[in-house]
């Protein structure tokens, strides 16, 4: 997965596609263009521009046009809703505002939208991820029209609704908080090399932090400060230290930057500037705006020690110029925010720029699918939050069987055991009464109670006999949550792998296993 720090101006080429759908609408309408001749997935091409520059920068968060601009594939239009109209509406099905993009499901929204990458465009990065600026500089919407017509069958994927994210890197990854070792230790530590900047819930002071230490059974979280308050231009050269004690059952801590101390998240809710949680095997760090707060903080970054021993104030870089327009909040999001369609700045042009990674995005609408491509972020002027998209159906991709299945402790439940060869849609319900759960996809023909496990009784998904299909991860009680899998023929196993540290019990040694049959 190629991942980039910060939110491009595509190749003159793509420009000149750009000017010309421009010259075919009136100000602020998407501009609708359909190619006459049939995709090869079965349905017509269309080339859309959508307005998602939600008033440009610096609009207040209360104007009318600071908004997601909502978009329905089927009727090819802009739905006309505001923010907290789209809350309950299931008439769009994708959304654009500025680079974020989030689709109607999960967290987003009441529909079941949900959204996969089909290709990944790998060689846009070279072997470490990084851009390779002579394929971007080089890509147009012509030359990469063969990719988007190649993506013809997207049995085989599995699809994820939006989520909440914090801003705040937190995956098990070197560029996050904390660190995974993987089996068989499952150890996770601090990753004190990387750094963020932190805007307060009232945007008025800020912090510079890292995680110094993890104690995992207990999930004691060390944060190391450095503070610059209300009436200060710079971050104190005196460090304080913070350590959230959450407990080995979970749950999470606030600190207020401008008293140093740790406060009560939900009584002093508009003050809280940091949030540290942890539920189930999701480690994250939260900032008081956006999805995660009612307030205006957010966060800047990451930065390594080096770069992070640079900014030694809260509102200017190393350079003296302001970064107050910098910082970031925590957003909804699944498929576009793992997977981000643009590289930035990849020929370090001023002012940077977004290219386009012509990614091909697969949209399951819950009634179809449909394959899209991003071609441009710009409009004929240059201005920034003007996507150019071009999508198509994918005729009769819509034919999964449905598995419903429910975890509970102690048990994986589906409402059948044997299915069709063929894409397989598993419907699956937390039923608690009090863990995080997932489910687990394994083929092999070993005994269902005898597969290969690690030290703490957890199934070891790499070993010998065992072919790992595919997983749906952290699901709180009573959330639901989908995934479709392309299904051979053969014997399976359906479990619930967690190991929970806290209570030293691996859900799968505890008996939330079940055979299952693809015929």
Known sequence: MNKLKQPLFQSTSIALVVIALSACGGDGDPIVTETPAPDPGGGEVTTTMIDATAGGFGVPPGDPANKYTYFNLATKAVVELTDTQAATSSDWHIAFKRTNIMLNGGVSGPANVKGTVADAQDDFYDASGDPVASIFSDATAESELSAFNAVTDVSSLTFEADRNIPYIKGDGSSDGWWLY??????????????????????????????????????????????????????????????????????????????????????????????????????????????????????????????????????????????????????????TFKDNTWYAYNVLNQSPPVLWPNYRIYAIDTGSGFYKMQILSYYDQAGLSGNYTLRYAPLVGANNAETVAVSLTEWAVTPDKTTVNTGPVTFNVTNDGPVDVHELVVIKTDLALDSL????????????????????????????????????????????????????????????????????
Request: aromatic share 10%.
């Open 181 to 334: 070792a993987g089996p068989p230790t499952h150890a996770v530590s601090a990753n004190p090399d990387q750094w963020w900047l932190i805007k307060s819930a009232a945007a008025d002071s800020y912090a510079k932090f890292h995680v110094t230490n993890i104690v995992q059974v207990s999930r004691d979280i060390t944060l190391e400060l450095y503070i610059q308050g209300v009436a200060e231009s710079a971050y104190s050269v005196t460090p304080t230290s913070w350590t959230a004690a959450i407990g080995a059952a979970g749950g999470s801590r606030c600190f207020d930057i401008d008293s140093a101390t740790e406060v009560n998240c939900t009584m002093a809710a508009t003050e809280w500037d940091i949030k540290v949680e942890v539920v189930g095997q999701g480690w994250n760090i939260w900032t008081n705006g956006g999805v995660s707060g009612s307030e205006s903080g957010g966060a800047f970054g990451s930065f390594d020690t080096a770069d992070a021993n640079s900014y030694v104030s809260g509102t200017h870089g190393p350079s003296g110029t302001s970064i107050t327009t910098m910082y970031r909040q925590d957003s909804a999001g699944g």
């Open 452 to 519: 290969p496990v690690d030290a703490n009784g957890n199934v070891d998904e790499s070993a010998t006999g065992i072919t790992l299909v595919g997983e749906i991860e952290h699901i709180a009680v009573g959330a639901n949550a989908n995934a479709t899998f392309n299904l051979v023929p053969g014997n399976y196993v359906l479990i619930c792998n967690i190991w929970d540290a806290g209570e030293q019990e691996a859900h799968y040694a505890e008996g939330m296993r079940i055979a299952f049959t693809v015929q």
